[in-house]
């Protein structure tokens, strides 16, 4: 299983050509054996670059995360307390936003690799990670 980074996701169903070859390749392999996974914290991050207008989806947002959900080959996952923990015991380290804490910690806790195109999160202590 892979987790995908909210700009890998993004990307990935919206985008593809901005996600480099290896990413591309990890996802269609992983697909092959099971749904890749998000974190829910993903959606909160896309519906406020969609309202802040830092990100603009060629359908209607409603429309796009209703599609989004009947993907098969994708799965969100909850941030648990294990999630939190580990978003929270990060050091210095770790870049300080939330949502990247707790999108490192859902790949950290499902010991899965996170595709991430971000080169300072890519350097995360514990995280494996591609790009």
Known sequence: MIVLDTHALVWWVSDAA???ARAKRAIRSAMRKAPVAASAISLF???TAIRRGRLILSVPAEQWFADLGLLPEL???PVTAEIARIAGSFDG???????DRIIAATAIALKSKLVIADA???RAPRLESLW
């Open 45 to 47: 991050e896309i519906a």
């Open 120 to 122: 300072r999160l890519r």
């Open 18 to 20: 901005r996600l480099s």
């Open 93 to 99: 380290a770790m870049p300080g936003d939330p949502a």
């Open 75 to 77: 799965r969100f996952e």
